[in-house]
């Protein structure tokens, strides 16, 4: 599987408009960077990765306890199988804790205070690296700096730890992760040494995203794609199965606007010859959406299969 060549942008090495400018580019181009100089401290990575590892270590009745309700409050644990990122594929192999709008919101329960304050000190910090980049993107977009920031106040800004078990035997054409869009405006993730994540180029064809040391890879949305009339891609990706030894573990940050945001295309993004291709839709009606399909393709894929 050959590498996607994808661009590297260091925030603490550019000036504002230099770093604006290239995360345009990139989000143009193959709608991934890699970002370095983003500011969130090792040893808290460290520690929020640990977190995750514990969690999922735990026997499932304690997993449980956590369990995912619905779409709407977008909370829990969910178990291998339990969700299908590609609705035509087969579910997904992984497992997932999600937290929604901790912070505008609060949270239902807590595996235990130590997890709770791991991950809101790592939710705090992501976020702030996810403001950051949404002003330069705004400002290469001639707006102001702040617009998104203030579209993006954190009801809808959700923190995922995800667990790959290796060595799951999946059916054809299952996958730790369906090939799938993310389904907002800007994702930051970090992943570990394990590998598997993939992209589909501008071609067709699929190639691996690796890990690289001390920096977030960091790819736009559906809805950032219709903010921006299709300028920016909200690149198709998946994760392979995992092989080997080691399980693959991921902690994901998706900065997602606030419900009630309509989304439409910005004046900078058309023109005569270049007229809005989406209708306007709140960010709520489109997240939603996508959450609900996911869902009911893995209780439709997993029926007659026991969870692993």
Not at 154 to 159: H, I, K, R, W, Y
Request: glycine residues 8%; contains cysteine.
């Amino acid at each position: 599987m050959p590498e996607a060549s994808l661009p590297v942008v260091d925030l603490d090495a550019l000036d504002d408009a230099s770093a604006a400018r290239a995360v345009r580019a990139a989000l143009t181009g193959a709608g991934f960077l890699y970002v370095r100089g983003h500011g969130i401290d090792a040893r808290l990575l460290e520690r929020t990765f640990g977190a995750a590892r514990e969690f999922f270590a735990l026997s499932t009745e304690e997993k449980v306890r956590f369990a995912y309700t619905d779409a709407e409050s977008n909370f829990g644990y969910q178990g291998v199988e339990g969700e299908s990122l590609d609705p035509a594929g087969a579910p997904d192999l992984k497992e997932a804790f999600t937290m929604r709008g901790v912070v505008a919101h609060g949270a239902p329960s807590w595996p235990s205070e130590s997890f709770r304050t791991t991950v809101l000190d790592y939710h705090g910090s992501a976020l702030r690296v996810g403001a950051r980049l949404l002003e330069r993107i705004a400002a290469s977009l001639e707006l102001p700096t702040t617009y998104f920031v203030e579209r993006h106040q954190g009801e809808n800004v959700t923190l995922r730890l995800l667990h790959y078990p290796a060595n799951l035997s999946p059916r054809p054409s299952q996958r730790g992760a369906g090939a799938h869009t993310d389904y907002g405006s800007i994702t930051l993730l970090f992943q570990d040494e394990v590998g598997g994540l993939e992209l589909r180029d501008a071609n067709g064809e699929w190639r691996a995203a690796p890990f690289v040391p001390g920096a977030v890879l960091v790819n736009a949305g559906d809805l950032m794609e219709r903010w921006t009339n299709g300028l920016f891609r909200s690149t198709l990706h998946r994760v392979e199965p995992i092989r080997g030894e080691r399980d693959r573990y991921s902690v994901v940050l998706f900065v997602d606007p606030d419900s009630d945001v309509l989304v439409e295309c910005l004046p900078s993004c058309r023109s005569a010859s270049r007229p809005p291709r989406f209708a306007p839709i709140t960010a709520q009606e489109h997240v939603l959406g996508k959450l609900a399909k996911s869902h009911a393709a893995a209780a439709i894929g997993r029926s007659g299969r026991p969870q692993t």
